[in-house]
């Protein structure tokens, strides 16, 4: 599969068209925005903590494919995870795009992400939901 | 009778050969012979003699001007004179009116922070346009919070054309300066500026002009436009990148103070404060980058024997011809005017494609295209848009590359049709 048609997969296309878990909640635990001033893409993420783990997170996207399709996976893969676990995925994730390294490369619907590093201009697209993840769990955390 | 699909061939015939004879004279096509670079608002490329302006400076002239009496240093002060004379006279100024600058961004804040800045005060206003890059935005911004004044903008119609009666009455409410672009870096619009000027000469308002996207694909005369400022950059004009250049009316240069201090701008310095030297050296502190002024000066002369008019005239027939094939693509938007247009730059959206992506796609294609908001917030809110992907056309490009952007663009629009 050429590099172009391994980055707009199905999966992604399919995701961006048709973000999971869009919306807002009515009474978040917490909430962050994310912004990528260079290209306009922004991010609202909304997360309901219970007991530590998230039991709901929404999320809406004004940008690319990328960048929507990256909210909306991750928005799937973080539900019902705890806070450290989020947080060590959003690391991952983060590392694995910015490295190029295939952590994701056999696990989760994550791993259609890995051509993204071979698209450094696009890095940010794919990693914004998850830096603004990080912002709004960092906030609980302190 | 010749039938109008002939006389569009016989146009079309005619351009190529006139691209095909300037492609030779930029080295780019030789290191990428498929690429199709059409992002000249952003920078143009750069033709062989440029290039070798640059080498042909440090290797022959390389001294510091106006500081040696060796015959090295005065070749170069030289060197340096010469390209502010030949400016000058290709936009109707005298070198004296010609500051040397690193580009378009730092003559706007040199009009803002050497002239407007000691003039300005609370309740006063500075007049702008709805679709301002940010460079003329910011440098107005710094002085305004300063000096708690505020900033005014003339609206655009859905065209992106200036509102006439609102500019009017803006100008009779009597701004402290006038500050607009000449040609939109998204729009492609063409600013009425001698109305402007007319409208503000009554109301003794100073105007400055960013003219980033007009001095390489039109003929500029600051007489004519009857500007106070004119700022531009070389790059966007087949010059080097880091040099550009800031007229100013003589009438205003005793009202000029430092922008940057140090040497080369004074006259004498004492302990606790230094006279200045005579415009336009008092805003040129420090060493100028003069092989790079030798270039802008060699690039100016470049535009100069090919005709801008010429190239002007072969820059608005590919947009004619690219505006003509990209309004029958399904689900596109362009923005500006879609007749009579002045100047080669198209922006436009494609609906439930982003473009973000569909600038990836054609990169993919080897094309070049800027994608997002044109560091002009403004206009895209105007337009209600958060990006736009646009294209820029300059002397080297062809027929052939515009097909291949359309080509291109159905591609990407199958590649995202519904999944």
């Excluded at chain 2, 015939?13 to 080295?27: H, Q």
């Excluded at chain 2, 005014?152 to 609102?166: A, H, K, M, Q, W």
């Excluded at chain 2, 052939?400 to 291109?408: G, K, Q, T």
């Amino acid at each position: 599969m050429n590099s172009l048609l391994e980055l707009y997969q199905d999966t992604i296309i399919e995701h961006s068209q048709s973000p999971r878990r869009s919306g807002r909640l009515s009474a978040p635990t917490c909430s962050a925005r994310g912004n990528n001033p260079l290209c306009g893409d922004k991010v609202d993420l909304d997360v309901l903590l219970s007991n530590d783990k998230i039991e709901d997170v929404r999320c809406t996207t004004s940008g690319c494919a990328i960048s929507t399709a990256a909210a909306s996976i991750m928005a799937e893969e973080i539900f019902g995870k705890t806070v450290k676990e989020a947080l060590e995925t959003v690391d991952n994730f983060i590392q694995a795009l910015k490295t190029g390294d295939d952590t994701f490369k056999d696990t989760s619907e994550l791993k259609v992400f890995c051509s993204v590093s071979q698209y450094p201009t696009r890095v940010k697209c794919a990693t914004l939901p998850w830096t603004t993840l990080k912002k709004a769990l960092t906030d609980i955390e302190s | 009778m010749t039938s109008p699909s002939q006389i569009l061939r016989q146009i079309r015939t005619t351009a190529d050969s006139f691209s095909d004879r300037i492609r030779l004279d930029f080295p780019y096509l030789k290191t990428y012979p498929n690429l199709c670079y059409l992002d000249a608002a952003s920078t143009t490329q750069k033709p062989q003699c440029v290039i070798d302006a640059i080498n042909y400076y440090y290797t022959t002239s390389n001294a510091n001007a106006h500081r040696g009496v060796y015959m090295l240093s005065e070749l170069s002060s030289n060197i340096l004179e010469q390209a502010r004379e030949n400016i000058a006279r290709h936009i109707g100024a005298s070198p004296e009116e010609i500051i040397f600058t690193r580009g378009t961004t730092e003559s706007l804040n040199i009009v803002a922070q050497s002239f407007l800045r000691s003039q300005l005060s609370t309740g006063d206003t500075i007049l702008l346009s709805g679709v301002e890059h940010h460079a003329n935005v910011v440098p107005w911004q710094v002085i305004a919070q300063e000096k708690n004044s505020t900033i005014t903008y003339i609206p655009v119609d859905e065209e992106g054309n200036l509102n006439l009666p609102s500019a009017r009455e803006l100008i009779n409410q009597k701004p402290r300066l006038i500050s607009l672009t000449h040609i939109s870096n998204v729009l492609g619009t063409t600013t009425p500026i001698e109305e402007i000027v007319n409208l503000a000469q009554k109301n003794h308002i100073p105007v400055c002009i960013d003219g980033a996207q007009a001095i390489g694909h039109q003929k500029v005369n600051v007489r004519d436009l009857g500007c106070d400022f004119y700022a531009f950059s070389g790059h966007k004009a087949y010059g080097p990148m880091g040099v550009g250049v800031l007229y100013i009316n003589k009438k205003w240069h005793d009202q000029i103070s430092p922008f940057l201090g140090g040497g080369g701008m004074i006259e004498e310095v004492d302990l606790q404060s230094s006279s200045y030297r005579e415009m336009p050296y008092r805003l040129e502190a420090g060493t100028q980058s003069i092989a790079d002024i030798h270039g802008l000066k060699v690039a100016i002369d470049y535009l100069n024997s090919i005709g801008i008019e010429t190239i002007n005239s072969h820059e608005i027939a590919l947009t004619v011809y690219a505006l003509d094939k990209m309004l029958n693509i399904p689900g596109i938007n362009i923005l500006g005017p879609l007749k009579n247009r002045t100047a080669p730059i198209i922006s436009f959206t494609i609906a439930d494609l982003h473009p973000h992506d569909l600038a990836t796609i054609l990169d993919s294609k080897n094309i070049a295209v800027r994608a997002g908001h044109h560091c002009s917030q403004h206009t895209m809110k105007r337009f209600s848009v958060t990006a736009t992907l646009r294209t820029s056309f300059a002397a080297y490009n062809s027929h052939a590359e515009i097909d291949h952007l359309i080509d291109s663009i159905y591609y990407a629009k199958n590649l995202f049709s519904k999944k």
